[in-house]
RNA sequence: GGAGGGGUUCCCGAGUGGUCAAAGGGAUCAGACUGUAAAUCUGACGCGUAAGCUUCGGUGGUUCAAAUCCACCCCCCUCCA
């Protein structure tokens, strides 16, 4: 990768993409006079990152396309802790082998979004548990510790609410954890000559942190930048679905499903979703949000928003497999199907089940595949007109099933309002 | 330790002996309209085809009948020590 060196401060404010920064023209300067190392945190609270980390980890990707050098922690050791910042209730901690699986995982699908093989600036993914297990009680104390005020611990706005709260509190372990975060800095300073620490909006104490302890440990000045928490314009929580999290790993989130949510994007929240989580240019966004706005219809914005960003996650491949089940959901008509469509289906994601019976009531079929929650439920989706077999609307609801009348004497397509699908298949 | 106020169906919140599966709002889901939007309108929203069954912090009691009354217990909040 070429070291391109275009002003990245600067083109991250134009996509809307920072939060707050310690001395933004500094920081600009320090970015635009030479390759830094930057670096970014992830610790494994799953065995997978959600979409929430995808907007620090395209950051650390702008960063390596600007001719930075992104260096991705996987918190093996920060994991073990637990980060308090905003959280209003201790958490429970996991083991140490869950711990250190859901690391070696994390650790992996960072691997995927930057480049490892480009020159100088090539990536670097480490484990913080690397230089953290063998630090010792007393040295801990004395050598790091003894930089950091609980005075000045206690005024952080992150953990404000533990201390104040009536009824929460805050354990020492928890309470530390900014230290341990802190010294990841100081120490990716001296060994890597990392200077800028990028992080979520909800890390800027943690980051603040880092910056005074490698001030002290190491006499040297590094910086930070934080990115917004993405928010949508209705208010609801940005990740979410019916179904919970959109994760990245395609054995919880398949790329069919995980393409569906970015096709979901609300109108109103698209146009920024394009600055935040794909590498087209401002200007390109521009002008398709111009172009959407002058056509009646359908706007394209939703359309490219998923396209790019399932590439970006889940490859080529992954996008096809998406799209493919899409149209053959929303636009093609489904007769024209082959097996091996079928078939394909299934493994790209379609979510489905297996039957046994040789006939089974639709009622049943539906609380089966949990496109309906109870019978009754069942019933009045039917009576609705809300349910669709093979593509045919189904309103009686007494019908059974009979494999004969299937697709290939196998196969059954559930629908259950506009978008929810299943895949009944005869074992 | 003392005084007071609370815990209701996913959330907020009304209900203080039968007319309560429990008002109202939100969220959610479906239908119509659309663009696999938004807004709007309609409907559903404990389980059961139904009769009916199971719910109102927990346990026990009073009563023909309890979310509602009584006893004990658990949890939360506010004030005092």
């Known amino acids: 990768m070429e070291c391109t060196n275009l002003n990245i401060v600067e083109e991250l404010r134009n996509r809307g993409l920072i939060a707050q920064t310690a001395g933004e023209e500094e920081l600009e300067s320090h970015l635009l006079s030479g390759m830094r190392t930057v670096y970014c945190g992830f610790d494994p609270t799953a065995d997978s990152l959600h979409i929430g980390s995808l ?76 230089w953290t297990e063998n630090l010792d009680i007393i040295s801990f104390l004395r050598d790091i510790g003894k930089h950091f005020s609980v005075n000045a611990m206690i005024q952080k706005e992150s953990v404000k609410q ?9 354990s020492f372990t928890e309470f530390a954890y900014s230290i341990l975060q802190s010294y990841d800095f100081a120490h990716l300073n001296s060994m890597f000559d990392c200077t800028v620490q990028i992080g979520g909006s909800d890390q800027w104490g943690n ?14 000045q590094v910086y930070g930048l934080t990115l917004p928490l993405v928010t949508k314009a209705d208010g609801g ?13 395609p054995a919880r989130t398949s790329c069919y499903a995980f393409y569906q949510f970015w096709i979901n994007t609300a109108d109103a ?39 790019e960003v399932t590439k970006l996650v889940h490859g080529e491949e992954g996008l096809v497999a998406a799209e493919r089940i899409s149209e053959a959901l929303f636009s093609g008509d489904i007769s024209v199907m082959t097996e091996s469509d079928f078939e394909q289906l299934k493994q790209d994601g379609m979510p489905s089940s297996v039957s046994s019976d040789a006939t089974l009531t639709l009622v049943q079929a ?17 009576g609705n007109g809300a349910v669709t077999v093979n593509g045919k609307k189904i309103s009686d609801s007494a019908i059974e099933l009979v494999w004969d009348t299937a697709f290939f004497g196998k196969y059954f397509l559930l629908k259950r309002g506009k978008k929810l699908f299943h895949l009944l298949y005869k074992a």
């Not at 942190?209 to 006499?219: E, S, V």
């Not at 590498?279 to 219809?297: C, H, M, N, P, T």
Request: negative net charge; hydrophobic residues 40%.
């Open 162 to 170: 533990r201390i104040e709260r009536e009824g929460e509190g805050i």
């Open 237 to 249: 929580k940005f990740g979410k679905t019916e179904d919970g999290t959109i994760w990245l790993d």
């Open 269 to 307: 929240d698209v146009y920024n979703f394009l600055k935040y989580f794909t590498f087209l240019d401002v200007a390109e966004i521009d002008a398709i949000e111009e172009k959407d706005k002058s056509a009646q219809g359908r706007p394209e914005a939703q359309g490219i928003l998923a396209k």
């Open 366 to 382: 539906l609380v089966d595949s949990e496109l309906a929650s109870s019978n009754k439920m069942a019933r009045e989706f039917i």
């Open 55 to 130: 907007v620090p980890l395209l950051a650390l990707k702008r960063f390596q396309l600007s001719g930075h050098k992104p260096l991705a922690v996987a918190g093996g050791a920060t994991g073990m802790i637990g980060d308090p910042s905003f959280k209003s209730q201790e958490r429970k901690l996991n083991s140490a082998e869950v711990t250190q699986a859901w690391t070696a995982s994390i650790k992996k699908q960072l691997e995927q979004f930057i480049d490892f093989d480009c020159g100088k600036n090539s990536a670097l993914v480490v484990n913080n548990l690397e």
């Open 207 to 220: 980051i603040t942190a880092g910056i005074d302890l490698t001030r002290r440990m190491n006499q040297k």
